[in-house]
């Protein structure tokens, strides 16, 4: 009775997951499946399958319009992403570890600060950067994304690394200093190769955020040969023109499949970056 | 250890990819100037559809062949957005050299600062006698400086899908009127509930709707640039607005919550599309693109609604406008290349039969006189612009276009055709909010 | 047992650390701590962009609060944005989470599936897709008919609008369901064995282990997805444009708006200023009302 009771269960079970799971791709699918749909097929048309396969909207809508094809928009989007996620994680790891291995002054002080950091919401100083990187001259160009990562403005990840950092025992580190080792060279040979993992989960998020972030390219970005996928999309959309939805479907699909191979390749870094990062919040 | 390092190959074919692929665009690029001149770089930024892009890319193309000293990097993207960007990159410095404007925008810029060059200083390099006179004095003069250069002349009609018009029964051939309008309308949902006579949404009721039926009224643009007021009463601001609820009520117009998800976009609303629609308002400008929208359907051009009652009526409330202001950014290092590719872009003939009306009718006359000799101007728009021309309606770019004033008539015209308050108490919280705004003006 | 050894410790007090923790000293100071001085300045002041900023007092304050229909309205919008999607978004996350531990073949895959829509989080990609799926005749209400139910106005009125919007957030519940999932594995299962002996049944032990144990990632979870929620701006921005008729149209937006817009950067700064204290108040509050009911194994000293 009870077995067939918790057969029961299980098979419940599975169905309720696997109609949540259609939920959770059908919208994904479907953008790839648009991608050769006419206008009129997307409108008002109940079939999930398009009449054809042609992939003429892959690559016309790879084409855009004129001058700059989308190959421009991802090199543009890799130039800004790439570049600020290795300064990121690598300026995050050495603060973190000016945090976690020495006592100074003030740590104390300077450490409540950074955890305060991590509850400031954006918005707050968003203009007066705005007009600070003004003055430097930095609009339009990519160096609003590098400065923030090298100077590790991401309270966040140096928190993550800081409490990596907190489970690697000390004597592992210090028997290298006594070999006179700098502080420097200590970090680099013995905890550098340990950090690996969490450097490398931090660097995936900081990937992630940046190659969907939109608001900053919004405000940064001001020339077409610089614009990032981001902002192709959205100037796709507001185009004059008859919008040939297929195309921008195609392209959207094809902005997000980077993503897409990251994540499968690296899934267990992802979840675990979550798992920890969120556990010792 | 093996995933990270599958991991690493996956991001380095996926950089390698892109890189391979975007290349082909800037390989081409083979940058041997003329002997004897240092080369130039001209930022050159518009928005439009595609054939406005591809044309104006041609034009490039063939100026580059013929001054090889000269590059000329488009940039260019919709409408939407493109102010925000401008403005932005304005105040930063870093705007393009050769710049495609709103003339709604213009009061509000110079009023902010001093970024564009005044052309008369320029005569040297750029050939102005193919423009008239007047209108670049009405249009493009500021403080007696001419800032921009008309890109062509626009003005606004009634684009009716004659097909559909012909099978309902509309007779377009008399005066349309506003309380004709309705008429049209109801008949319309007669004939079939899901048609409807207007495709128009929010953003297009203010600049076609409301402005003019205000002008003529009050014979005067809706904000009183020197008194910096409204020309308005209540009254009349009541009027209006319960005119444009009239419409919702009568569904002479789509329903807003339809028509938000394509906003600033007529041309690709479904019911346009499929031609439920009969007819939009639009800028001679846009034509093509609503034409080509629905290439199955025969259309005509028809002056825009007036009052039924002449006597009441100011005047016409339409007025010819370019659709686009070519500027050239006074921050430029090269203005005097930027000036010579805008004579170039206006004068050269081959250019003309490119950009054909692609910016509406042209500005110039030699211009005119070959796209009409080579017959490449759609006949809607050349009765567009001519019914338009006919108009005696005040320009009113200045207060009445800024787009802070145009946010608060837009709420307005909003709460009023989502039935969420009644034209008397929208009107009255928007005068609130447009005199606060004007206050700081 | 471990022998001793004699290890050179880290110096007592070495300044090296403030050597390694310079770069974010440098980038706080000029990045966050002065952006924040000045943004509380400029929110006292008349900062047009292309002039300078002239003091006006608490004008622009004044100014939100009584003469400017828009900021209730927007202060509303983000208000009930946040209401729907922290719970809604947290409870699919608890609920999926607490389906999937079990002894499920294939959870590898699942999970994956689970977690793919939060990998585009605020992408452009996605708002457009679900711009396209949402609209009158788009692909959802094409569902609706051949299932006979009514069409719905997704995109055509404010308050669905506003739904539409906050169902984008909560289909991106990934995140938080991965870290209750692993929460969730490290509960002891002797406690489950204890409480079973009691004849304590699965919804008792529910409430009365799992929650208590995991609270303190329900926690962290509520707190940040908060604060997310209250600057919400490309959904809106890309979906619906604000509109229609301001419903969508949040406090980000608005701030965006004024901001870059109508370059009114003074009055911009006192509504991000506005944000950062609901932020603050909200946190406050989450604050005072789980003390108590957040069980922490550790101190988390340092």
Redesign the interface.
Known sequence: MGKRKKRLNKII??I??AA??VV??Y??I??FL?AFKT??E?????KLLPGSWSPDAFIKG?QG???????????NT?LIV?PTTLFTVG?CA??A???A?????G?KF??A??IA?L??????????????F?KF?W??TYLPFY??A????FPFF?YMLLQFMRGIP??LD??A??DGCG?FRTFRSILFPLLKPAM?SAGLFQF??T?????NSL?YI????KYP???A???????????Q?GQ??A???V??L???????????Y??EG???S??K? | MKKKSVMAASLAVMLAGSVFMGGAGSVAKAADSAEDKEPVTLRFSWWGGDERNEATLQVIDNFEKEYPWITIEPEFGGDQGYLEKLSTSLAGGQAADIIQNGPGWMPSFMSKGDFFIDFNEYKDNIDLSGFSEEYLENTCTYNDKLVGLPSGIGTTALLVNKTLADEIGLDFSGDVTWEGLTEMGKKVQEYNSDMYLLNIDTSFLVTNVFRPYIMQITGTPFVNDETKSLSCSEEELTQVLSYIRSLYDDRVVQPAGETASFEGAPQTNPKWINGECVAVMTNASQINNLTSANEDAEYMVVSMPEMQDKEAQKNEGYYANPPQLMCVNKSSEHIEEAVMFLDYFFNNEEAAAILKDLRSVPPTESARQICEEKGLISSLVTTAVNLGLEKNGINEMGLTTDSEVEAVIKTMIESVSFGESTPEEACESGIDMLENILSEK | MKKKTKVKKYRRIDYMGLVYIAPWLLGFLLLQLYPFLSSLFYSFTDYQFFNEPSFVGLKNYIKLFTTDPEFYNSLKVTIVYTLYTVPGKLMMALFIAVLLNKNIKRIGLIRTIYYLPSLFGGSVAVAILWKLLFMDDGAINNILLTLHLPKVQWLGNSSTALMTICLLEIWQFGSSMVMFLAALKQVPASLYEAASLDGAGKVKSFFHITLPQISPIIFFNIIMQTITALQNFTSSFVVTGGGPNKGTYVLGMKLYTDAFTYFKMGYASATSWVIFGLILVVTLLLFRFSSGKVYYEDGGDF
């Not at chain 1, 509850?119 to 600070?132: D, E, S, W």
């Not at chain 1, 001001?222 to 040969?225: E, T, Y």
């Open positions: 079970l599975y309720v997951i949540v799971g959770m791709v919208p994904v479907w953008m648009a206008n009129s997307i409108f008002g048309s109940l790879w319009t004129g001058k700059y094809t989308f190959g421009k928009y991802f090199i890799f790439v300026s050495l603060v570890y000016g945090f291995r020495f006592k100074f002054p740590k300077l450490f600060v950074l950091t509850m400031l919401p954006n918005t707050v100083i968003i203009i007066p950067r705005y007009t600070l003004n001259g609009l339009n400065v923030p090298l100077l590790a403005c140096i000390r004597e210090e028997s200093y006594i502080t490398f992630l955020w190659y969907n972030d939109f608001f405000i001001n020339s077409v040969d996928l981001s902002l999309l959205r100037t796709a959309i507001d185009s004059d023109a008859n919008v939805w921008i479907m392209m959207a699909f902005s997000v980077p993503l897409i191979i990251l994540f499968f390749v690296a899934q267990k992802f979840v979550i798992a920890t969120g556990l919040g």
